[in-house]
């Protein structure tokens, strides 16, 4: 019989994420979400080990406002779905070895669960879900991927990044213009302030005749800017911040709509932190309406990391009968290809 009431746990990185679906009515009951971006906000990015360390004190806690948010108790919890990776490997640990003790314990199967899938899945959870196939653009901090994405655990890799995610441009770019981390939303609300072409970066990669990207020579083209201006007002930077994420937005867009066009399909799903960009996706809108293309977009809350993602792709993986096993060894896979799993 089928898995009724999954639990998902998030903790590939810097958020501890728990949830709890009920894959028979098809619905989220609980999710629950600590952040650590004031933990790291001082050393201008994630410090694996304080990570792991705060993932062990959140993850009970968020357990217990889940299953009291739901009404639940955790004998009802049918089956345990986990982040195994990718992520920082102390930090994916905390979450495996709690889903694996705790499955062990209820006497329950596990499922891991790559974390892109989930970002991959998340629009499944909002009101207006996508159908299977559809092409994915995945954007976070770690992975700038577009996937075909021909059903659960049925993905292609169809172009990457070759150097820094679109989530790490952002990242580094809003650190050189001295904005707290993680700086894609603060980069993007300084843009908004910026004014249109007053200077213009490149739009790398955009004729490569291929699917992939290169992010990282916008980070350099932003420094170089900024270098020979010497001290920036505040007019400038967010100038700055809206010649950046117009060339980033505009590769993206260009680059889904080839894979959209190329596949014949008519779906392209955005998935990943970079996914809330407003506008990359007023963009994406546009640019979609035009060509009669239907794209998707996970709720707001779902397109950083959160546990619903994984309850979810684990509740998906459970009805195909993929990947279930029973509570025993593991591992953690702090580097998984997505096509892999
Ligand atoms: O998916 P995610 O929560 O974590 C990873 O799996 O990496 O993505 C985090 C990334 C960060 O780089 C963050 O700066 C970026 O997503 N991000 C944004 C926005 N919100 C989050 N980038 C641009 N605009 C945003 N509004
Ligand atoms: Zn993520």
Redesign the pocket.
């Known amino acids: 019989m089928p898995a009724m009431l999954i639990l998902g746990i998030e903790s590939s ?1 810097d ?1 501890t994420g728990l949830a709890l679906y009920d894959a028979q009515a098809g619905r989220l009951l609980a999710h629950a979400l600590h952040s650590q971006i004031v933990l790291h906000r001082d050393y201008g990015g994630v410090v694996p080990e304080l990570a792991s360390r705060d993932h062990i004190r959140r993850t009970v806690p968020l357990l217990r406002q889940v299953l009291s948010d739901a009404g639940r108790s955790l004998g009802e919890v049918d089956a345990v779905a986990y982040t195994q990776g990718p992520g920082l490997a102390g930090a994916l640990l905390v979450g495996a070895a709690f889903a694996e003790g705790l499955a062990a314990a209820l006497g329950r199967p596990v499922i891991p669960v790559h ?1 892109l899938e989930g ?1 991959l899945l998340s629009p499944l959870l909002s009101s207006r879900p996508p159908a299977f196939p559809f092409i994915a653009l995945l954007v ?3 992975h700038s991927q577009l996937m075909f994405v021909a059903g659960v655990g049925q993905y292609r890799l169809l172009g990457e990044t070759l150097d820094d995610a679109a ?2 441009a ?2 580094k770019t809003a650190q050189l213009l001295g904005l707290p981390y ?4 603060a ?2 609300a300084l843009a908004e302030r910026g004014r249109p072409d007053v200077c213009r970066f490149p739009r790398p990669m955009l004729h490569s005749g291929n699917l992939d990207f290169s992010f990282s020579g916008l980070k350099t083209a932003a420094l170089t800017h900024i270098r020979e201006i010497g001290e920036p007002g505040e007019q400038q930077r967010a100038d700055i911040a809206r010649a950046f994420q117009d060339a980033i937005v505009e590769v993206l867009v260009e680059k889904s709509l080839r894979a959209v066009e190329q596949s014949g399909l008519g779906r392209l799903v955005v998935a ?3 996914g ?3 506008e990359l996706r007023r963009r994406l809108d546009e640019r979609t309406g035009k060509a009669g293309v239907s794209v998707f977009y996970p709720e707001f809350e779902f ?3 959160n546990g619903a993602m994984i309850a979810l792709a684990g509740a998906l993986r459970c009805a195909a009968d993929i990947s279930r096993k029973p509570a025993g060894a593991f591992a953690v896979r702090p580097r998984w290809p997505l096509d892999d799993c």
């Open positions: 990185c958020e974390h970002h976070s901090g770690g989530g790490e952002f990242d993680p700086g894609g939303p980069l993007s990943g932190g970079v809330a960009n407003r397109c950083t990391d």
